[in-house]
């Protein structure tokens, strides 16, 4: 079965300083990954799609398919970084579209 | 504008009495899903609909029902909704591809008493 980890609930870095977001998955085949990102009282939106192999906002995530990771990265977190993170996994086949989400980790950083 | 919007944005109700929260997109999309957001739980899906006429459940379907009569269209149902589900809704939808984005709705803040 598809599954997505974020391992940290909570993750706090000072402004300026590297951050990186954990997410693994189990999945046997191909996935399509994303992470979506949830500001304070706003509607979660898509931050990045590993097909893309885009930066946005300074955010990168490479698929590793060996390791089974997606892991976001930013060299300098920002204050308006903190927010709500999910990575999400989507799979090809009779359930096309689908987005299996991990628990999230709320990024905050500090001034 | 593409969107999709959900009515009530926020609804405070007691125990055992119906209610709808409508969700509605503009994008012709054909997957439309229903999550709840819970502190500590993420979100989890709870009904999601691959086209019109056609439902499935997600990990946490008690307590809830959907419809998919009309493309854009797609209700949550709580036929007698009760304090655990007390919690923030929202309706996303999206292509029937694996690398589309979905988009979300703004949520709704439900409160069951």
């Known amino acids: 079965a598809q599954r997505v980890t974020q391992p940290e609930k909570l993750l706090s870095v000072f402004k300026g300083a590297p951050v990186e977001l954990k997410c693994n998955y189990s999945?046997?085949?191909?996935?399509?990954l994303f992470w979506y990102v949830q500001y304070s009282r706003q509607r979660l939106q898509l931050l990045l799609r590993?097909?893309s192999r885009e930066s946005i906002k300074g955010f990168t995530a490479d698929l590793n398919k060996g390791e089974t990771s997606f892991h976001l990265k930013k060299p300098f977190a920002q204050e308006e970084d903190s927010a709500m993170y999910y990575c999400?996994?989507?799979?090809?086949?009779?359930?096309?579209?689908?987005?299996?989400f991990g628990r999230g980790t709320q990024l905050t950083v500090w001034p | 504008e593409a969107q999709v919007t959900q009515n009530p944005r926020y609804l405070i109700t007691v125990t055992g009495k119906k209610l709808t929260v409508t969700c509605s997109q503009n994008m012709n999309h054909e997957y439309m899903s229903w999550y709840r957001q819970d502190p500590g739980l993420g979100l989890r899906q709870i009904y999601y609909s691959m086209n019109v006429e056609v439902t499935d459940k997600g990990d946490v379907p008690e307590g809830y029902k959907v419809s998919r009569k009309e493309k854009r269209n797609f209700p949550l149902i709580l036929e007698s909704p009760s304090p655990n589900q007390t919690s923030l809704y929202f309706c996303?939808?999206?292509?029937?591809?694996?690398?589309?984005?979905?988009?979300f709705g703004p949520g709704t803040r439900l409160t069951v008493t």
């Open positions: 590993h097909i």
């Open positions: 996303a939808s999206g292509g029937q591809a694996a690398t589309y984005e979905q988009y």
């Open positions: 999400a996994l989507s799979v090809r086949g009779s359930t096309l579209g689908r987005l299996y």
């Open positions: 999945y046997s085949g191909s996935p399509e």
